[in-house]
């Protein structure tokens, strides 16, 4: 079974610039979360989808969305960039039933100059 | 304020050791715990988990123990492994319905030498 998979691996982007985080979660996996990974604060969660709709959200400013398709894939987009947005994205995917495990994929790192 | 606490970045033991890795928490309302394992360039891989009606959860040579009234869970690897060394993370959720979200702590780095 093909795991979650993340594109692109590496991103650089100026800051005001907006960018797009797409993830393929693993097959008949219903559920994907967003997470950002600093080495100060740790994985944060940013939102989880399930079905098409937002589940959950984290603490992040509404520059930070995401939504998901039928086919269950994932985007995340972060308008207005900001040299914090420096980070690891981190998609999961999961079953989605209550405390199913998740399975990342190998993250996003995005650099805003 | 982290609600998920590692207190311990780094870890250093020796291959066929015991590893122990710590974590505390302050949200007594958190009911099930899971360990992950990170390794350099890849996304965190699911361990072993824990839901707080039991106290010990054992899987091969990973045990994790649950402490609530101290609010501390550890995870115990034995033998320990070069393969082993990586950064393992902490999580914990709490039951808000259907809006369950996993609270991290920041990672202790192991390291198993040879």
């Known amino acids: 079974k093909a795991g979650v998979t993340q594109t692109p691996r590496y991103l650089i982007k100026t800051r005001g610039q907006q960018v797009t985080l797409s993830c393929s979660p693993i097959s008949g996996h219903r559920s994907v979360s967003w997470y950002q990974q600093t080495p100060g604060q740790g994985l944060q969660f940013l939102f989880e989808y399930f079905s098409e709709t937002q589940r959950n959200k984290g603490n992040f400013p509404g520059r930070f969305s995401g939504r998901q398709f039928s086919n269950s894939r994932s985007e995340m987009n972060v308008s207005t960039l900001e040299l914090g947005d420096s980070a690891l994205y981190l998609c999961?995917?999961?079953?989605?039933?209550?405390?199913?495990?998740?399975?990342f994929g190998n993250g996003t790192r995005l650099t805003v100059t | 304020d982290q609600q998920v606490k590692q207190n311990s970045p780094s870890l250093s033991v020796q291959e066929g050791r015991i590893s122990i890795l710590n974590c505390d928490y302050t949200n007594s309302m958190f009911d099930y715990f899971l360990w992950y394992k990170k390794y350099p360039a890849e996304g965190p891989t699911f361990l072993i988990s824990?839901?707080?009606i039991k106290d010990k959860n054992e899987d091969g040579r990973f045990t994790v123990f649950l402490n609530k009234s101290a609010k501390h869970l550890s995870l115990h690897i034995v033998p320990s492994q070069p393969g082993d060394s990586a950064v393992y993370f902490c999580a914990a959720s709490e039951d808000a319905g259907n809006n369950r979200k996993l609270i991290w702590g920041l990672g202790t780095s192991l390291a198993v030498n040879p």
């Open positions: 999961a995917s999961s079953v989605g039933r209550i405390n199913s495990p998740l399975h």
């Open positions: 824990i839901s707080s």
